[in-house]
Structure formats: structure tokens, C-alpha cells
């Protein structure tokens, strides 16, 4: 069988979670080392939701700023007042956008990387 932490074959395969692990990796800490990232991407898929619903709330209130301005050029009502809002909503949604970009860049950089480093350690032994 494969190990999927390492990918090696191996003929001494145990079961952990939802993994097949090899005895080189249990018995070198690689396992400790998957637990641990496998806590640390839940916890950057996490910032990562959260910033997704952030920006989606962004997203809907610059739309209804946006409908504001439009019914306060219509009625030539207070035009700066809504001006502002829509101003401000765009720079709220560009940084929630932002946050969602960064945060979804460095939650795949880091499973990337501790999975080099997994396959990277098996290799070098």
C-alpha cells in the first residue's frame, strides 16, 4: 500500500483517521507533524470562510448604496450623503476582497508547502 502522508509504498500500513500512514512515519513524527497541520489548515480554512462572508456583506451593502445613490440623484435629494456611503462601501469591499484573496493564497501556500516537506522528509532517508 501507499502511505499518504509520504507516498511511499510500504507493507506495514496503519490506519489513522482517515489516513494510511507507514511505520517510517509513525515512528519519525510525521503523523505529529500532519495532526498539526491538519489543525493549523482548519484553522486558515476558518479566517478564510469568515473573510468570504465578510466580503459578501460588503458586496450587498455596496449594492444598496449604490441603489441609494441612484434614488437620491433621481429625487435630488441629498447627493453627498450618498455619494459617501457608495465611497465608503467600495473601499470596504476592495479590503474584504483583499482579505479574501490573501487568505485563500496562504491557506493553499501552506498545505502546499507541509505537503513538499512531508514527501521532502520520506525522501531524504
Do not use: F, P
Not at 505529529?32 to 469568515?50: F, G, M
Not at 490573501?102 to 532517508?125: C, D, P, V
Request: proline share 0%; hydrophobic share 35%; charged share 30%.
Amino acid at each position: 500500500m501507499t502511505c499518504d502522508l509520504c507516498q511511499a509504498r510500504s507493507e506495514q500500513i496503519t490506519r489513522v483517521n482517515s489516513w494510511a500512514v507507514c511505520q517510517w512515519c509513525l515512528n519519525n513524527n510525521v503523523l505529529d507533524h500532519a495532526l498539526e497541520v491538519e489543525v493549523k489548515t482548519a484553522q486558515l480554512s476558518e479566517v478564510a470562510s469568515q473573510a468570504g462572508l465578510m466580503h459578501r456583506r460588503d458586496e450587498a451593502d455596496y449594492k444598496v448604496a449604490r441603489t441609494e445613490l441612484d434614488s437620491a440623484h433621481t429625487a435630488h435629494s441629498n447627493l453627498t450623503a450618498a455619494m459617501t456611503r457608495v465611497a465608503t462601501s467600495t473601499a470596504k469591499s476592495k479590503e474584504s476582497l483583499k482579505l479574501v484573496l490573501s487568505s485563500g493564497r496562504a491557506l493553499e501556500e501552506y498545505k502546499e508547502g507541509e505537503s513538499r516537506k512531508t514527501r521532502k522528509a520520506r525522501r531524504n532517508t
